[in-house]
């Protein structure tokens, strides 16, 4: 199914490179809070909901940046 795909875009003339740099210019124009979206949707669509919010805390650390002066 991949090479139909590939074989499809490559008589039409799109690169690996367009494909990519139009998702980039695609997820630069949404908001973070669009993105955080997306994000959790595809994680729903490949773990299922979870009701128990827990699991994704487990993973989460804040890092603060250091200032230069």
């Known amino acids: 199914m991949h090479q139909e795909l590939i074989a499809k875009l490559a008589a039409r003339g799109i690169t690996l490179d367009d494909l990519k740099r139009t998702d980039k210019d695609f997820w630069h124009s949404k908001t973070p809070e669009e993105r955080l979206l997306a994000a959790e949707l595809m994680r729903r669509i490949k773990y299922g909901y979870v009701s ?16 230069d002066d």
């Open 52 to 67: 128990n919010k827990l699991c994704m805390m487990r993973v989460l650390e804040v890092v603060t940046q250091a200032q």
